[in-house]
């Protein structure tokens, strides 16, 4: 590993986001986007870290707890498992806003990621669907792709995550 590192953001980018003001709070809730599996997959082929960093908000409001979530990821990750993929860490924010340094756009989370392995800031991508997810990539450092919602603030716009990671594994 030479540190090039994808981080993405998870509800809207891997699974299907809950309706506004709500969370995805148990397994039964969560549901994969098309292509994302293969998405991760391919960044695993091409020797890509590939980490999940996310705001779960609905933990400070006690929608659902820290136990809920882990056990939503330990899912996540065995069916990533039972497809040949795997991410190499998640990283949660479960604050209110404005309590915190972890919370994206803040870069807690990144450099919390940093603590467990190398990133090299220049050869690594932050994939998000969310405006806080591409000002977190900028404040951190790194390039930044919009996915579904396309922003303009972000490097590369593409309209979902498996069409972002296929421009990333060609270039
Ligand atoms: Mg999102
Ligand atoms: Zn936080």
Known sequence: MDGKTVFLDRDGVINVK??????????SEFHFLP??????RLLNDHNWHVVI???????????????DLNRIHFSLKEELQNHGAH???????????GTCHCRKPDIGLFLQAEQDFPVDKSKSWMIGDSQSDIEA?????????????????ADKQFPNL????????NS
Request: charged content about 15%; glycine content about 8%.
């Open 18 to 27: 809950a309706p506004e003001g709500d969370y995805i709070k148990s397994w």
């Open 35 to 40: 292509g994302a599996i293969e998405a991760i």
């Open 53 to 67: 960093i996310t705001n779960q908000r609905g933990i400070a409001r006690h929608l659902m707890t820290m136990h």
């Open 87 to 97: 991410v190499d860490g998640i990283y949660v924010c479960p604050h209110e806003k």
């Open 137 to 153: 990539g900028r404040n951190y450092g790194i390039r930044t792709i919009s996915v579904v919602n396309l922003n303009p603030l």
């Open 162 to 169: 498996l069409s972002a990671v296929n421009f990333l594994v």
